[in-house]
């Protein structure tokens, strides 16, 4: 990192502070025409996977959530408390499900998603 000293514009402060190249001004800014480098980049080692997070453990903890929130939202709009915390557990559940789903292969990268995409491509 490249860092200039900058003496402070206000009165009665002595001394100087660095400043990095990442906050001078114009920083960051690249030249017109110029490429960034691989390295600025920054880009993951390996593509991630291509289903979009389409995946059965998705979709039910997706359902499940939308479920428990809605039934704690009317719950709220009618003022039923024992509805809103049931709501609430619906919620847990959903997450946990999920995490479940995950955990047996019905997730991202798990056995049974490969193995539907390949039944399947898009």
Do not use: C, D
């Amino acid at each position: 990192m490249v860092e200039q000293s900058v003496r402070p514009s206000t009165a009665g402060t002595a001394g100087t502070r660095p400043v990095s190249a990442a906050t001078a001004p114009g920083a960051g800014v690249a030249p017109a025409g110029s490429v960034p480098r691989m390295a600025e980049l920054r880009l993951p080692p390996v593509a991630p996977p291509t289903n979009h997070g389409r995946t059965s453990a998705a979709w039910a903890t997706t359902y499940i959530v939308l479920l428990g929130t809605t039934i704690a939202a009317l719950a709220m709009i009618f003022a039923v408390v024992w509805a809103f915390w049931v709501g609430l557990g619906v919620v847990v559940a959903g997450v946990v499900v999920g995490k479940v789903m995950q955990v047996l292969g019905h997730g991202q990268g798990g056995a049974r998603t490969e193995a539907a995409a390949a039944h399947h491509p898009h």
